[in-house]
Protein backbone atom coordinates (compact mmCIF):
# COMPACT_ATOMS: atom_id res chain seq x y z
CA UNK A 1 0.00 0.00 0.00
CA UNK A 2 1.60 3.44 -0.93
CA UNK A 3 2.32 5.68 1.97
CA UNK A 4 3.13 9.29 1.45
CA UNK A 5 4.95 11.47 4.39
CA UNK A 6 5.37 15.10 4.49
CA UNK A 7 7.80 16.72 6.60
CA UNK A 8 8.28 19.00 8.37
CA UNK A 9 4.31 19.05 9.34
CA UNK A 10 4.62 22.99 9.58
CA UNK A 11 7.01 25.58 9.22
CA UNK A 12 7.60 29.10 9.71
CA UNK A 13 10.12 31.59 8.03
CA UNK A 14 10.91 35.42 7.53
CA UNK A 15 10.29 36.71 3.71
CA UNK A 16 12.91 36.48 1.34
CA UNK A 17 14.34 33.12 2.34
CA UNK A 18 14.27 29.99 0.19
CA UNK A 19 13.72 26.49 1.52
CA UNK A 20 12.58 23.31 1.19
CA UNK A 21 9.43 20.71 1.54
CA UNK A 22 10.21 17.36 1.56
CA UNK A 23 8.13 14.68 0.51
CA UNK A 24 8.64 11.13 0.48
CA UNK A 25 6.50 7.65 -0.50
CA UNK A 26 6.79 4.13 -0.24
CA UNK A 27 6.45 2.42 -3.33
CA UNK A 28 8.43 3.93 -6.22
CA UNK A 29 5.55 2.35 -8.87
CA UNK A 30 4.06 5.73 -9.49
CA UNK A 31 3.32 7.39 -12.81
CA UNK A 32 3.55 10.78 -11.51
CA UNK A 33 4.17 12.89 -8.46
CA UNK A 34 2.20 16.29 -8.10
CA UNK A 35 2.86 19.18 -5.76
CA UNK A 36 -0.66 21.35 -4.76
CA UNK A 37 -1.53 23.93 -2.59
CA UNK A 38 -4.33 24.48 -0.43
CA UNK A 39 -5.20 27.94 1.04
CA UNK A 40 -7.59 27.44 4.07
CA UNK A 41 -11.09 26.90 3.27
CA UNK A 42 -9.93 26.28 -0.18
CA UNK A 43 -9.80 24.11 -2.81
CA UNK A 44 -6.51 23.01 -3.83
CA UNK A 45 -4.36 24.44 -6.65
CA UNK A 46 -2.12 22.17 -8.31
CA UNK A 47 1.23 23.61 -8.56
CA UNK A 48 3.96 21.27 -10.76
CA UNK A 49 3.42 18.09 -11.41
CA UNK A 50 6.40 15.30 -12.71
CA UNK A 51 6.14 12.79 -14.48
CA UNK A 52 7.92 9.43 -13.41
CA UNK A 53 10.73 9.33 -16.14
CA UNK A 54 11.39 13.42 -15.55
CA UNK A 55 13.76 14.54 -12.80
CA UNK A 56 12.08 18.16 -12.28
CA UNK A 57 9.91 20.90 -13.13
CA UNK A 58 9.75 24.74 -12.63
CA UNK A 59 7.48 27.15 -12.37
CA UNK A 60 8.40 30.75 -11.46
CA UNK A 61 10.14 30.48 -7.85
CA UNK A 62 8.93 26.80 -7.52
CA UNK A 63 11.12 24.09 -8.31
CA UNK A 64 10.11 20.03 -8.01
CA UNK A 65 12.37 17.35 -8.33
CA UNK A 66 11.52 13.31 -8.29
CA UNK A 67 14.17 10.70 -7.47
CA UNK A 68 11.52 8.05 -7.95
CA UNK A 69 14.38 5.12 -6.92
CA UNK A 70 14.41 6.07 -3.55
CA UNK A 71 11.13 7.55 -3.22
CA UNK A 72 11.63 11.55 -2.73
CA UNK A 73 10.32 14.55 -4.17
CA UNK A 74 11.28 18.17 -2.80
CA UNK A 75 9.48 20.80 -3.26
CA UNK A 76 12.27 24.24 -3.66
CA UNK A 77 10.65 27.74 -3.26
CA UNK A 78 12.57 30.81 -3.99
CA UNK A 79 12.86 34.25 -2.55
CA UNK A 80 9.50 32.87 -0.25
CA UNK A 81 6.60 35.39 0.21
CA UNK A 82 4.16 36.25 2.69
CA UNK A 83 1.50 35.08 -0.14
CA UNK A 84 3.19 32.07 -0.47
CA UNK A 85 1.29 31.07 2.89
CA UNK A 86 -0.69 27.89 2.99
CA UNK A 87 -0.55 24.14 3.55
CA UNK A 88 1.16 22.32 0.75
CA UNK A 89 0.74 18.72 -0.07
CA UNK A 90 2.42 15.89 -2.50
CA UNK A 91 0.27 13.38 -4.04
CA UNK A 92 1.53 10.51 -6.15
CA UNK A 93 -0.43 8.74 -8.93
CA UNK A 94 0.16 5.04 -8.19
CA UNK A 95 1.28 3.53 -11.64
CA UNK A 96 -1.77 1.42 -12.76
CA UNK A 97 -4.46 4.08 -11.11
CA UNK A 98 -5.84 7.40 -11.97
CA UNK A 99 -6.37 8.03 -8.29
CA UNK A 100 -4.09 10.24 -6.18
CA UNK A 101 -2.22 9.28 -2.59
CA UNK A 102 -1.72 12.49 -0.67
CA UNK A 103 0.95 12.95 1.79
CA UNK A 104 -0.05 15.04 4.70
CA UNK A 105 1.09 18.34 3.87
CA UNK A 106 3.52 20.95 5.13
CA UNK A 107 1.76 23.98 6.89
CA UNK A 108 4.08 27.14 5.48
CA UNK A 109 3.62 30.67 6.93
CA UNK A 110 5.92 33.51 5.82
CA UNK A 111 6.25 36.83 8.11
CA UNK A 112 6.93 39.86 6.80
CA UNK B 1 -13.96 27.70 -17.23
CA UNK B 2 -15.71 28.15 -13.72
CA UNK B 3 -14.04 25.07 -12.33
CA UNK B 4 -15.48 21.71 -10.37
CA UNK B 5 -18.71 23.32 -8.70
CA UNK B 6 -19.51 21.72 -5.81
CA UNK B 7 -22.76 22.62 -3.40
CA UNK B 8 -23.58 23.22 -0.73
CA UNK B 9 -20.52 24.94 0.74
CA UNK B 10 -21.35 24.32 4.08
CA UNK B 11 -23.78 21.79 5.74
CA UNK B 12 -24.81 21.20 8.78
CA UNK B 13 -26.91 18.59 10.19
CA UNK B 14 -28.13 16.46 12.77
CA UNK B 15 -27.00 12.92 13.36
CA UNK B 16 -29.61 10.12 11.59
CA UNK B 17 -30.40 12.77 8.30
CA UNK B 18 -29.61 12.21 4.36
CA UNK B 19 -26.95 14.30 3.38
CA UNK B 20 -26.35 15.00 -0.20
CA UNK B 21 -23.39 16.61 -1.62
CA UNK B 22 -23.51 17.94 -5.68
CA UNK B 23 -20.83 18.31 -8.18
CA UNK B 24 -20.47 19.49 -11.60
CA UNK B 25 -17.07 18.88 -13.42
CA UNK B 26 -14.93 20.69 -15.66
CA UNK B 27 -16.92 20.01 -18.99
CA UNK B 28 -14.79 17.65 -21.22
CA UNK B 29 -13.62 16.13 -18.13
CA UNK B 30 -14.23 12.49 -18.18
CA UNK B 31 -12.70 11.51 -14.76
CA UNK B 32 -14.43 12.40 -11.58
CA UNK B 33 -13.28 12.12 -7.56
CA UNK B 34 -14.44 12.03 -4.52
CA UNK B 35 -12.42 12.74 -1.43
CA UNK B 36 -12.37 13.32 2.19
CA UNK B 37 -9.92 16.22 4.11
CA UNK B 38 -9.82 15.42 7.78
CA UNK B 39 -7.15 16.13 10.53
CA UNK B 40 -6.52 13.28 11.73
CA UNK B 41 -6.76 11.08 8.35
CA UNK B 42 -5.44 14.04 6.19
CA UNK B 43 -6.90 13.81 2.53
CA UNK B 44 -8.27 10.17 1.01
CA UNK B 45 -10.18 9.02 -2.06
CA UNK B 46 -13.55 7.74 -1.42
CA UNK B 47 -14.46 6.65 -5.21
CA UNK B 48 -13.62 7.95 -8.94
CA UNK B 49 -15.73 7.50 -11.77
CA UNK B 50 -14.25 7.32 -15.68
CA UNK B 51 -17.04 8.10 -17.94
CA UNK B 52 -19.33 7.90 -15.36
CA UNK B 53 -18.88 4.50 -14.65
CA UNK B 54 -17.47 4.12 -11.21
CA UNK B 55 -13.92 2.17 -11.00
CA UNK B 56 -12.77 2.39 -7.53
CA UNK B 57 -14.81 2.90 -4.52
CA UNK B 58 -12.24 0.98 -2.21
CA UNK B 59 -12.47 4.33 -0.15
CA UNK B 60 -16.18 4.63 0.78
CA UNK B 61 -15.72 3.70 4.32
CA UNK B 62 -19.15 1.51 4.49
CA UNK B 63 -22.85 1.22 3.13
CA UNK B 64 -23.87 4.71 5.02
CA UNK B 65 -22.35 5.96 1.84
CA UNK B 66 -23.05 5.80 -1.65
CA UNK B 67 -22.41 7.77 -4.85
CA UNK B 68 -23.54 7.91 -8.64
CA UNK B 69 -23.10 10.19 -11.86
CA UNK B 70 -25.94 9.51 -13.80
CA UNK B 71 -24.43 12.13 -16.71
CA UNK B 72 -21.08 13.42 -17.64
CA UNK B 73 -21.97 16.84 -15.64
CA UNK B 74 -23.39 16.00 -12.28
CA UNK B 75 -22.28 13.84 -9.36
CA UNK B 76 -23.77 13.03 -5.56
CA UNK B 77 -22.32 12.08 -2.75
CA UNK B 78 -25.04 10.55 -0.38
CA UNK B 79 -24.05 9.46 3.81
CA UNK B 80 -27.60 8.02 4.81
CA UNK B 81 -27.89 8.04 7.86
CA UNK B 82 -25.21 10.71 8.43
CA UNK B 83 -22.30 10.29 12.35
CA UNK B 84 -20.71 12.99 13.75
CA UNK B 85 -17.66 10.99 12.29
CA UNK B 86 -18.84 12.31 9.42
CA UNK B 87 -18.22 15.50 9.75
CA UNK B 88 -14.97 16.41 6.92
CA UNK B 89 -14.34 18.50 4.20
CA UNK B 90 -15.40 16.48 0.98
CA UNK B 91 -14.03 17.65 -2.07
CA UNK B 92 -14.79 16.93 -5.53
CA UNK B 93 -12.11 16.67 -8.65
CA UNK B 94 -12.17 15.93 -11.98
CA UNK B 95 -9.69 15.41 -14.82
CA UNK B 96 -9.72 15.52 -18.35
CA UNK B 97 -8.96 12.43 -20.71
CA UNK B 98 -5.40 10.82 -20.32
CA UNK B 99 -5.22 9.89 -23.73
CA UNK B 100 -1.89 10.50 -25.03
CA UNK B 101 1.56 10.99 -23.82
CA UNK B 102 0.72 14.74 -22.12
CA UNK B 103 1.46 15.86 -18.48
CA UNK B 104 -1.16 18.59 -18.55
CA UNK B 105 -3.58 15.88 -18.46
CA UNK B 106 -3.17 14.06 -16.24
CA UNK B 107 -3.49 17.12 -13.61
CA UNK B 108 -7.11 16.89 -11.32
CA UNK B 109 -8.86 20.23 -10.74
CA UNK B 110 -10.50 20.44 -7.16
CA UNK B 111 -13.70 22.36 -6.00
CA UNK B 112 -13.73 24.31 -3.14
CA UNK B 113 -15.32 21.94 -0.98
CA UNK B 114 -18.45 21.00 1.16
CA UNK B 115 -17.82 21.25 4.58
CA UNK B 116 -20.22 19.15 6.33
CA UNK B 117 -20.77 19.16 10.01
CA UNK B 118 -23.16 16.24 11.47
CA UNK B 119 -24.48 17.17 15.29
Known amino acids: KQEVTQIPAALSVPEGENLVLNCSFT??????LQWFRQDPGKGLTSLLL?????REQTSGRLNASLDKSSGRSTLYIAASQPGDSATYLC???????????FGTGTRLLVSP | DAGVIQSPRHEVTEMGQEVTLRCKPI?????LFWYRQTMMRGLELLIY????????DSGMPEDRFSAKMPNASFSTLKIQPSEPRDSAVYFC?????????????????FGAGTRLSVL
Open chain 2, 93 to 109: ASSPPTGGYRPAKNIQY
Open chain 1, 27 to 32: DSAIYN
Open chain 1, 50 to 54: IQSSQ
Open chain 1, 91 to 101: AVRPAGFQKLV
Open chain 2, 27 to 31: SGHNS
Open chain 2, 49 to 56: FNNNVPID
